[in-house]
């Protein structure tokens, strides 16, 4: 069984930055694909950024790119997403998921057979 718990969400300006967190537990993703999804209430799930396995390599929603970066810390079995130059639009519940037995990123949020509780983040105008 594997958790991940997000942490570093909250209520920041248009503009700011902020950093989620994404620990897991139970069992080692350092070779999983990891993403972090979003989600307003009444929307569908939308992919934000991905990491591969073995790799590394990353995609990114394309209205993100240049401004959220995900990455990861293998030896702590964290993924991060550092988002800056924040904006309203960027409001939402975000989500960290993993494949935990493929190391091939995806956009599809049902590939991903764990995720975390969610990390409210609130831009305001």
């Known amino acids: 069984q594997v958790h991940l718990v997000e942490s570093g969400g909250g209520l920041v300006q248009t503009g700011d930055s902020l950093r989620l967190s994404c620990a897991a537990s139970g069992r080692t993703l350092r070779n999983s694909a990891m993403a972090w999804f979003r989600q307003v209430p009444g929307l569908e799930r939308e992919f934000v950024a991905g990491i591969s396995g073995f790799s590394g390599n990353t995609y990114y929603l394309d209205s993100v790119k240049g401004r959220f970066t995900i990455s990861r810390d293998n030896a702590e079995d964290t993924v991060y997403l550092q988002m800056n130059s924040l904006k309203p639009e960027d409001t939402a519940n975000y989500y960290c998921?993993?494949?935990?037995?493929?190391?091939?990123?995806?956009?599809?949020?049902?590939?991903?057979?764990?995720w975390g509780q969610g990390a409210q983040v609130i831009v305001s105008a």
């Open positions: 998921a993993t494949r935990s037995l493929s190391d091939i990123a995806s956009q599809n949020p049902d590939d991903f057979d764990y």
